[in-house]
């Protein structure tokens, strides 16, 4: 499978957790499970997929717990991140 198809279904989760269709918890999965799968990636994005994801894990505890999780900002961060993944490999 290539990079452009991976990144592909992340980037539909991510759309899916900004519509509010889908959990943050979703999408920690889906950078977990996809990013893993990329090829030739620098280290420092693979060691940015399980800190992304880990924030999403705490922000889905928080929306159980009735608090109001700041997904703002990690969904900024995982669009960053998204546009810097090697997508012709």
Do not use: C
Not at 7 to 20: D, F, H, N, P, T
Not at 59 to 66: L, N, R, S, T, Y
């Amino acid at each position: 499978m290539s990079n452009q198809s991976i990144i592909a279904r992340i980037e539909s989760s991510l759309k899916r957790v900004q519509a509010q269709q889908d959990t943050a918890q979703a999408l920690a999965d889906s950078i977990r499970g996809n990013g893993k799968a990329l090829e030739a990636m620098p280290y420092a994005l693979i060691k940015e997929i399980e800190d992304m994801a880990m924030d999403l894990d705490i922000a889905q505890w928080h929306d159980e717990d009735g608090f109001v999780p700041e997904l703002g900002p990690i969904l900024l961060r995982v669009e960053d991140w998204l546009a810097k993944l090697p997508r012709d490999v």
